[in-house]
């Protein structure tokens, strides 16, 4: 199948770039589900590890790009137990 | 530790940003903060202490979740079927 691909773009050429910005989008898409799959978002040993995201800091920040939040100030807010 | 406690539910508003929950969907922050209670209760109790600091994750979870949802964990604890971990 590769071959009969390979022929058919040395004929067009100009398909090229079509494969190129499907092949870069479908890397982007899967790279930001392994980025959330590591993450403290989700539990996948839930008997070992139940709830990652209480393993984090107060000031780590999860997100891929935060507008106008200062993470460095915050603090753990509840009472320890 | 438990002044400061004191003064922060005295002072209480709303339910401060967490930066585990960053996101819009909120489900999660409610959750917790039950969970929270519950476990907070449990374990000042079974030590001895004063319970009165868990109430911060009570009035957190009281502003978060649905009154409803509230509800049906209540009865589920009450049940014996609650599925969270306490």
């Known amino acids: ?81 | 530790m438990s002044d400061t406690v004191e003064k922060k539910i005295k002072n209480y508003r709303t339910a401060p940003f967490d930066a585990r929950f960053p996101n819009t969907n909120q489900t999660r922050n409610c959750f917790q903060n039950y969970l929270d209670f519950h476990r907070c209760n449990k374990a000042l109790s079974a030590k001895g202490q004063d319970v009165a600091p868990c109430d911060w994750y009570h009035r957190v979870y009281k502003t978060m979740c649905p009154m409803s949802w509230v509800a049906k964990w209540d009865d589920q604890i009450e049940a014996g079927s609650f599925p969270g971990k306490i």
């Open chain 1, 1 to 81: 199948m590769l071959g009969t691909v390979s022929r058919q773009l040395k004929s067009h050429p100009a398909l090229v770039p079509l494969f190129v910005f499907i092949g870069g989008g479908m890397c982007m898409s899967g790279a930001y589900l392994v980025r959330l799959a590591f993450g403290p978002h989700v539990s996948w040993n839930r008997n070992g590890n139940p709830e990652p995201w209480n393993k984090t800091a107060p000031t780590e920040q999860h997100k891929f790009y935060a507008v106008n939040m200062d993470y460095s100030k915050l603090k753990k807010e509840g009472p320890d137990f």
